[in-house]
Nanobody, 116 residues
Framework: QVQLVESGGDLVQPGGSLRLSCAAS????????MYWYRQGAGKERELVAT????????NYAGSVKGRFTISRDNVKNTVYLQMNSLKPEDTAMYYC?????????WGQGTQVTVSS
């Protein structure tokens, strides 16, 4: 069964940090690029970060560049999103995603809330 399971979301104060994890199973993780998306209340889902299958290449949305870092461990079949200098506007449900055989796979999401 192809599956993605996110974890690590929490309530954090502005300026704080969190690390999200996404554990993959059921497919050859090391062969696929991975993506982190987020969706705030009443907003469209937006692509936050991308990492190539090897981890050599990454890309970020302008709103998070310099604050967020995507990484992966192809032994543990896990992709991470390190989030620093968090802002209230980063509040959202965060989802990891893979495009497996042309079809998107989504996890259940993990909630990040940035508030004092």
């Amino acid at each position: 069964q192809v599956q993605l399971v996110e974890s690590g979301g929490d309530l954090v104060q502005p300026g704080g940090s969190l690390r999200l994890s996404c554990a993959a199973s059921g497919f050859t993780f090391s062969s696929y690029a991975m993506y982190w998306y987020r969706q705030g209340a009443g907003k469209e889902r937006e692509l936050v970060a991308t990492i190539s299958s090897s981890g050599a290449f990454t890309n970020y949305a302008g709103s998070v560049k310099g604050r967020f870092t995507i990484s992966r461990d192809n032994v543990k079949n896990t992709v991470y999103l390190q989030m620093n200098s968090l802002k209230p506007e980063d509040t959202a449900m965060y989802y990891c995603n893979a495009r497996y055989l042309g079809a998107p796979i989504w996890g259940q999401g993990t909630q990040v809330t940035v508030s004092s």
